[in-house]
């Protein structure tokens, strides 16, 4: 981004780690992550399955306290579930008994118990910018994987958060439709800023999308390294071509295949 | 050779119609054997005698039989989805009563109603409230379990969801958890309809004056074996459209939860 990233710190980690077993001898999930997100900034997270990237995004979600250290947003500690905070899950998880408009504006009636016209015109606007419209009263099981997934995320935006925390959303995806929603994706985000954290499995995905891409170890989950992602936005598929590309995915690949390089 | 069918529009036809050929064909073979063999009717009675049997009792009779099994049936199942749905919900938000609960429903579920009944209409006297009683015993067991099993079967990441908005528990339950179970529910429900119809009769075999239970025991006391088994068809019938009634429910309320044809 063209900014400096100097103190802007908008999602504070300090030392934060948890562990779901009271038992000292089995080790935490993850421990002692130190991280600072900046507003709008879009961090991908990569690392072995079980490293702890999932606890992560539940602790800054307010879901899971952690156990050691402090997660705080705007320089407010976090301790318990924020609405400022938008969700999009591996699955898409819509409710199969409510059309497509109307899971978009589940959050709301859930939360709330109910919405109005205006909340209503705003799910119109989401789905028109995801290219969903014509999909709004379809249910669910009408729409493709992919399709389902950018409901998932039009949803997770409904509550205009500021932080949009994303686990593995697009790894249930065929190739094709993961690449393309990858750049659908980052289109919305520059339509609507927003801090998004972003877990995959797919270190392209990571450098592909993200502005840092933060590579955790081995259970217990610690940093082992936090990358600038230099290349210019916006990315499109000319990017993977990038000799830059290359290159850090590659710095990537050598922490996750030859952890003691590094 | 094979038993394959045509392919096309015959195959279709004959795809539905092979169950009611089948029915068609089975009668036959019964009428043709009792009277081939001269089967006496106190033994076999054949199709004939029965639907002579069943034309010979005046058909307010029937309806009076009915209305009897009938009203203490859906009583004992609207009762017992009443009471079980409840149940279900409140050991799914609470360990500690699921863990006390949970042996006694186990207790109740093992022991035979049958065996119990004659007890029950000793107890409580030979109307319609202990009728009702061993009806939901037989049939809230099931519905206890495949409501608590849908519930638990809740994606956990829209629970999480539900969780990061904040939202109250009971929309976390009404709006969430129950429209899942809502599949589950209704398996439970087709097994508790046929169940209360058994209830019924089983506790009209004990003691009652009418229903379609009390017909057949007391047509069979006196050798009257075609009018049993015309009650029997009766009863069947009446059963099998209650488990249909069920299906055509969920159809109609929650088309969701089945299957999309042809997908
Ligand atoms: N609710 C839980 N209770 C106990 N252990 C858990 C729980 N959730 C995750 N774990 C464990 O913590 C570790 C990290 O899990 P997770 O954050 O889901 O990893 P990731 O998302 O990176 O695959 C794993 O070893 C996992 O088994
Ligand atoms: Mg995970």
Same mark, same amino acid.
């Given at each position: 981004?063209?900014?400096?990233?100097?103190?802007?710190?908008?999602?504070?980690?300090?030392?934060?780690?948890?562990?779901?077993?009271?038992?000292?001898?089995?080790?935490?999930?993850?421990?002692?992550?130190?991280?600072?997100?900046?507003?709008?900034?879009?961090?991908?997270?990569?690392?072995? =399955? %079980?490293?702890?990237?999932?606890?992560?995004?539940?602790?800054? !979600?307010? &879901? $899971?306290? #952690?156990?050691?250290?402090?997660?705080?947003?705007?320089?407010?500690?976090?301790?318990?579930?924020?609405?400022?905070?938008?969700?999009?899950?591996?699955?898409?998880?819509?409710?199969?008994?409510?059309?497509?408009?109307?899971?978009?504006?589940?959050?709301?009636?859930?939360?709330?118990?109910?919405?109005?016209?205006?909340?209503?015109?705003?799910?119109?606007?989401?789905?028109?910018?995801?290219?969903?419209?014509?999909?709004?009263?379809?249910?669910?099981?009408?729409? =493709? %994987?992919?399709?389902?997934?950018?409901?998932?995320?039009?949803? !997770?935006? &409904? $509550?205009? #958060?500021?932080?949009?925390?994303?686990?593995?959303?697009?790894?249930?995806?065929?190739?094709?439709?993961?690449?393309?929603?990858?750049?659908?994706?980052?289109?919305?985000?520059?339509?609507?800023?927003?801090?998004?954290?972003?877990?995959?499995?797919?270190?392209?995905?990571?450098?592909?999308?993200?502005?840092?891409?933060?590579?955790?170890?081995?259970?217990?989950?610690?940093?082992?390294?936090?990358?600038?992602?230099?290349?210019?936005?916006?990315?499109?598929?000319?990017?993977?071509?990038?000799?830059?590309?290359?290159?850090?995915?590659?710095?990537?690949?050598?922490?996750?295949?030859?952890?003691?390089?590094? | 050779?094979?038993?394959?069918?045509?392919?096309?529009?015959?195959?279709?036809?004959?795809?539905?119609?092979?169950?009611?050929?089948?029915?068609?064909?089975?009668?036959?073979?019964?009428?043709?054997?009792?009277?081939?063999?001269?089967?006496?009717?106190?033994?076999?009675?054949?199709?004939?005698?029965?639907?002579?049997?069943?034309?010979?009792?005046?058909?307010?009779?029937?309806?009076?039989?009915?209305?009897?099994?009938?009203?203490?049936?859906?009583?004992?199942?609207?009762?017992?989805?009443?009471?079980?749905?409840?149940?279900?919900?409140?050991?799914?938000?609470?360990?500690?009563?699921?863990?006390?609960?949970?042996?006694?429903?186990?207790?109740?579920?093992?022991?035979?109603?049958?065996?119990?009944?004659?007890?029950?209409?000793?107890?409580?006297?030979?109307?319609?409230?202990?009728?009702?009683?061993?009806?939901?015993?037989?049939?809230?067991?099931?519905?206890?379990?495949?409501?608590?099993?849908?519930?638990?079967?809740?994606?956990?990441?829209?629970?999480?969801?539900?969780?990061?908005?904040?939202?109250?528990?009971?929309?976390?339950?009404?709006?969430?958890?129950?429209?899942?179970?809502?599949?589950?529910?209704?398996?439970?429900?087709?097994?508790?309809?046929?169940?209360?119809?058994?209830?019924?009769?089983?506790?009209?075999?004990?003691?009652?004056?009418?229903?379609?239970?009390?017909?057949?025991?007391?047509?069979?006391?006196?050798?009257?074996?075609?009018?049993?088994?015309?009650?029997?068809?009766?009863?069947?019938?009446?059963?099998?459209?209650?488990?249909?009634?069920?299906?055509?429910?969920?159809?109609?309320?929650?088309?969701?939860?089945?299957?999309?044809?042809?997908?």
């Amino acid at each position: 981004m063209a900014e400096p990233a100097v103190n802007r710190s908008f999602v504070k980690l300090a030392g934060v780690g948890h562990r779901y077993d009271p038992n000292p001898a089995i080790p935490p999930a993850v421990t002692g992550i130190d991280l600072d997100i900046h507003r709008h900034e879009f961090v991908a997270v990569v690392g072995p =399955s %079980g490293c702890g990237k999932s606890t992560l995004l539940r602790m800054i !979600a307010g &879901l $899971l306290k #952690p156990s050691e250290g402090r997660v705080t947003v705007f320089g407010r500690a976090v301790d318990g579930p924020r609405d400022d905070v938008g969700i999009v899950f591996q699955k898409p998880t819509l409710l199969p008994w409510l059309n497509v408009r109307k899971n978009v504006l589940f959050p709301l009636r859930h939360k709330y118990g109910r919405y109005n016209r205006e909340d209503e015109a705003r799910a119109d606007a989401l789905l028109a910018m995801a290219g969903l419209e014509a999909f709004a009263r379809k249910m669910p099981d009408e729409l =493709s %994987g992919g399709m389902q997934q950018r409901v998932g995320i039009v949803r !997770a935006l &409904l $509550l205009n #958060p500021d932080i949009l925390l994303m686990d593995e959303p697009f790894s249930a995806l065929d190739a094709m439709t993961r690449e393309q929603i990858g750049f659908d994706l980052l289109s919305l985000w520059q339509e609507q800023p927003k801090t998004v954290l972003f877990i995959t499995h797919s270190i392209a995905e990571a450098v592909l999308l993200a502005d840092r891409v933060l590579v955790m170890s081995r259970r217990p989950g610690t940093v082992l390294d936090l990358i600038d992602v230099d290349l210019p936005r916006p990315r499109t598929t000319h990017t993977i071509s990038d000799a830059r590309f290359g290159e850090l995915t590659d710095r990537i690949r050598k922490h996750i295949y030859e952890p003691d390089a590094a | 050779m094979s038993l394959t069918l045509p392919e096309g529009r015959l195959r279709r036809v004959l795809l539905g119609a092979s169950p009611w050929l089948f029915f068609v064909a089975l009668i036959a073979v019964w009428e043709v054997g009792c009277r081939l063999f001269s089967v006496p009717a106190y033994i076999l009675p054949a199709p004939s005698v029965i639907l002579n049997a069943f034309f010979d009792v005046e058909f307010s009779r029937w309806m009076q039989h009915l209305w009897a099994t009938l009203r203490v049936a859906l009583l004992g199942f609207l009762i017992s989805i009443a009471v079980s749905i409840p149940i279900a919900i409140a050991m799914m938000r609470s360990e500690w009563l699921s863990r006390t609960l949970y042996p006694l429903l186990v207790v109740i579920q093992s022991t035979p109603v049958v065996a119990v009944a004659p007890l029950i209409i000793v107890i409580m006297g030979s109307d319609d409230p202990s009728r009702i009683l061993i009806t939901c015993l037989l049939t809230f067991f099931p519905l206890v379990v495949s409501t608590a099993t849908g519930i638990n079967e809740t994606p956990p990441e829209l629970i999480e969801l539900s969780r990061s908005l904040d939202a109250p528990t009971r929309r976390e339950t009404w709006q969430i958890r129950m429209p899942y179970a809502i599949p589950h529910i209704f398996s439970g429900l087709r097994v508790a309809i046929t169940l209360a119809i058994i209830g019924a009769v089983v506790a009209e075999f004990v003691a009652a004056e009418e229903g379609l239970g009390y017909f057949i025991q007391f047509s069979t006391s006196f050798f009257r074996i075609p009018q049993a088994f015309a009650g029997l068809f009766f009863l069947a019938v009446v059963s099998l459209l209650l488990f249909k009634s069920v299906q055509w429910a969920q159809q109609l309320l929650f088309p969701w939860s089945l299957p999309r044809k042809g997908a």
